[in-house]
């Protein structure tokens, strides 16, 4: 009221929130605040005047929370303010009624087990070993949420193993106690938004005891405390999966082919053939047979990845393990070939490798590509030589443009227009040089002849006409573009100063 003197608005914050900020507008004048330290429990805001004039008035804003991560559902904030002054000697006491916040909170963590490098083979018992040994990766995840989330306090995963089986090994120091492994999880915080732990358990299932044909099957059990040690706010248990693992030996295996070529008349390429074990037993021996297409000539053994030897007789090519190819495994070879100048533009080139092993039916991989017409095909970059993370006026730098030809025929007639920025004017001085890598440091001499530079200044237009550049076919034609080019495809660079500009 008008006349109050030693005016004082406070705010008791219940001791389960946390303060966080307070903000105030007021009219009547500036007061004398007292707030908590930020990210305190409790305490008491208040806003005091030593007199207010009639007719002012004003809010403010107090931002609390429940703490994250120790929070108990259904934890209780009771909270009013209250109005204390003097009126002509007399004091005043104003509270508002009490007003009550309940907290949400969920338990976010699971537990989770997965098989680790056995074959995949589906149904009931999707997976398959012939070993008698078997990984496992365990993992305590937080899922996330936007309904406050309660900590994991002392988290133990136990997972109870078949009768005879022993733990061999585990990454996070896990114990076997009878049949049970124990992991001793600790404690997880929830105030991250993505936060878990994990651990690989190698287990041995003796042949003896599981024999070929066993089905493995267990889980996982996660338990611990929600919120804080004391007082908690109740358990957390969660049951993983069950993972199911046969002890049976799969004898697979896959092969993959690939073609490399621009598929023009004259131009080279290579078949790459790639074997690999899907299968979870060692294959002792293979061969790969690959009869190549009368179509193309040129024939000749590539690289060549160890644990196998390749041969050829004419355009036939054979492929011989020299060791065991164990299971996740994979080796390759490849075949040089070229496409002769007569080729039908057109025309498709299909060429087969068929695979064999004991224990598997003959499987094939096979390629098709279609002839192209020739034709020459540019690839241009732009770059700063030296470039700096910034420049002032007058500043001159110097721009590189870069040239290649990856099609099949020479590129002729060609120009290259760069229009230049408007706050950028050209000096001069170019070169033009060829190089075998995209990353050829900038040089200012020339051995590039039949470049013509000009440039228009009313169009602030740099044109560069270039003489023919030959085609390269390359035995692997990987035509990409970018900022590295096709690798054994020639460079030729261009090279000239601009100046920016100081008026």
Do not use: H
């Not at 389960?16 to 330290?37: I, N």
């Not at 403010?60 to 303010?81: D, E, W, Y």
């Not at 049949?179 to 404690?187: C, E, L, P």
């Not at 420049?391 to 229009?419: C, E, H, K, W």
């Amino acid at each position: 009221p008008a006349g109050a003197t030693n005016v004082t608005i406070s705010d008791v914050l219940p001791s389960t929130l946390e303060f966080l900020s307070a903000s105030f507008t007021s009219p009547c004048g500036a007061p004398t605040v007292v707030a908590p330290a930020v990210n305190s429990m409790g305490g008491t805001y208040s806003l005091s005047w030593a007199s207010v004039p009639g007719g002012c008035s004003g809010s403010f804003t107090i931002t609390v929370r429940f703490p994250t991560g120790i929070t108990c559902p259904g934890t209780t904030a009771r909270n009013r303010v209250c109005d204390t002054a003097m009126l002509n000697g007399t004091p005043i006491d104003l509270c508002t009624p009490f007003v009550s916040t309940s907290a949400l909170a969920t338990d976010p963590w699971e537990v989770n087990k997965w098989v680790v490098g056995a074959a995949y083979q589906g149904g009931a018992c999707p997976y398959a070993t012939g070993d008698s040994v078997i990984s496992y990766q365990v993992c305590v995840y937080k899922n996330v949420g936007t309904t406050g989330q309660m900590n994991l306090v002392n988290g133990v995963v136990t997972d109870v193993l078949p009768a005879g089986a022993v733990l061999q090994s585990s990454t996070c120091g896990a114990t076997q106690t009878g049949n049970t492994i124990t992991w001793n999880v600790g404690n997880l915080s929830a105030l991250p938004m993505y936060n878990s732990a994990c651990c690989t358990f190698t287990v041995l299932y003796p042949r003896a005891l599981f024999p070929s044909g066993t089905q493995i099957q267990n889980q996982v059990v996660l338990n611990g405390t929600l919120g804080s040690v004391q007082p908690g706010c109740g358990p957390s248990v969660d049951t993983s999966q069950v993972t199911c693992v046969e002890i049976k030996s799969i004898v697979s295996a896959q092969i993959s082919k690939w073609a490399y070529t621009n598929g023009q008349p004259g131009c080279s390429g290579k078949y790459l053939i790639y074997i690999c074990n899907n299968g979870n037993t060692a294959l002792a021996s293979f061969t790969v047979t690959d009869t190549v297409p009368a179509a193309l000539t040129g024939l000749s053994v590539g690289t060549i990845s160890g644990g196998m030897t390749v041969t050829n007789v004419g355009n036939i090519f054979t492929a011989t393990s020299t060791g065991p190819l164990a299971p996740g495994q994979c080796q390759y070879f490849e075949i040089n070939f070229t496409i002769p100048a007569t080729a039908v533009v057109g025309s498709t080139i299909t060429n087969c490798a068929w695979f064999s092993a004991p224990g598997v039916s003959p499987i094939q991989a096979c390629n098709t590509f279609t002839v192209a017409a020739p034709a020459p095909t540019a690839c241009v970059w732009k770059e700063v030589c030296s470039k700096q993370p910034s420049y002032t006026p007058g500043s001159v730098f110097r721009y590189r443009l870069r040239v290649q030809n990856i099609g099949g025929t020479a590129l002729s007639g060609t120009t290259i227009t760069d229009v230049l920025n408007s706050n950028l004017t050209y000096v001069g001085n170019p070169s033009y040089y060829t190089g075998t890598s995209w990353a050829a440091p900038c040089q200012p001499t020339s051995n590039w002849t039949g470049v013509t530079l000009t440039y228009t200044p009313g169009t602030n237009t740099v044109t560069a006409t270039l003489p023919s550049i030959p085609a390269v076919c390359q035995n692997i034609f990987y035509s990409s573009c970018g900022m590295y080019g096709t690798g054994g495809v020639p460079y030729y660079f261009i090279e000239f100063d601009v100046k920016v500009v100081d008026t």
